[in-house]
């Protein structure tokens, strides 16, 4: 079995307001190994509706990996740590990736039957 075939995995993408918040929850998730690794973007320009206003602002990305089965301990710690209310939480499966790079995501998050 290969390691697509037996753990899916997925790429989550957080926006933060600031650069401090990105890298001390993206330092937090990959140190508490709810995710392999991180990577921050920004800025960037963002905007938006909020209760029921047009706004813009400058946000940071910060893109998670992670086995899928990991998403909902990664999504509850986000909340827990994020200082939206309403935080941007959007994961994306993986459609394929090099066998050796879903191994070392799925040990690096302590999960078995990858590989």
Do not use: K
Not at 97 to 109: F, K
Request: proline residues 9%.
């Amino acid at each position: 079995m290969t390691p697509e075939q037996s753990v899916p995995f997925v790429q989550v993408q957080v926006a933060m307001p600031d650069d401090v918040s990105a890298h001390e929850i993206c330092d937090t998730l990959v140190r508490e190994r709810l995710a392999a690794a991180g990577q921050i973007l920004g800025p960037m320009r963002s905007s938006y509706w909020w209760r029921g206003e047009f706004s813009v602002s400058h946000e940071w990305l910060c893109v998670l990996i992670l086995p899928e089965l990991r998403y909902p301990e990664l999504e509850r710690r986000i909340v827990e740590l994020h200082p939206y209310e309403v935080p941007e939480i959007v994961a994306l499966p993986f459609v394929r990736g090099s066998p050796d790079y879903l191994r070392w995501i799925a040990a690096e998050t302590e999960v078995e039957g990858a590989g």
